[in-house]
């Protein structure tokens, strides 16, 4: 019986060792294209955002909000530049994830989840806020962006390159703001 034992466990030895060689093998081969390291990469991102995909998502899907409210105000001036919002966008998502790559890190060394929340939590905010900008210059007479107006005038100025006293008066007018753009 011990005999037959033995022939048993040297065939299992043999074929682990085979599908452990063959996995290498393609594996191997797999890290020898660069779409194999791009997919290693995401895998390994989507890996180590494990039980942040909240928090992460949020922060992506509100950058990219501010992006499209961000064009439709561009669209509105009739001074639409794509590749300046692009480039824009593309390094607040870089920054916004080495951010959120060190705190969940921080997080998974902590056994937590508190700090990465709060640093997306924040980052969330701030593009909310930037997009509540856009959204009152285009939607001037919005009872819930009129009572932010005095708040968001400095943002809004900065997004339409223009004096915060103009803005009052682009806000003040209704909305109408062709005549000061025309002076």
């Known amino acids: 019986m011990w005999y037959f034992c033995g022939i048993f466990i040297k065939k299992i030895m043999s074929t682990v060792s085979n599908i452990l060689s063959h996995l290498f093998h393609k594996l191997l081969s797999i890290l020898q294209t660069a779409w194999g390291w791009i997919v290693a990469?995401?895998?390994?991102?989507?890996?180590?955002?494990?039980g942040h995909q909240l928090i992460v998502f949020l922060?992506?899907?509100?950058t990219l909000m501010d992006a499209v409210w961000g064009v439709a105000v561009s669209i509105h001036q009739g001074r639409f530049t794509l590749s300046e919002l692009l480039r824009l966008t593309i390094a607040k998502l870089a920054v916004y994830g080495c951010a959120l790559f060190v705190f969940v890190g921080l997080d998974k060394m902590l056994d937590s989840v508190l700090t990465a929340s709060c640093v997306g939590g924040a980052i969330v905010l701030v593009e909310f806020w930037s997009s509540c900008a856009s959204m009152l210059i285009l939607f001037p007479n919005f009872l819930f962006l009129r009572i932010m107006k005095k708040a968001l005038t400095g943002e809004i100025a900065s997004k339409l390159h223009v004096t915060e006293d103009e803005v009052e008066a682009i806000l003040n007018n209704n909305g109408d703001h062709t005549d000061s753009q025309q002076s």
């Open 41 to 50: 990469a995401i895998i390994f991102l989507i890996d180590f955002f494990s």
């Open 59 to 62: 922060a992506i899907a509100v």
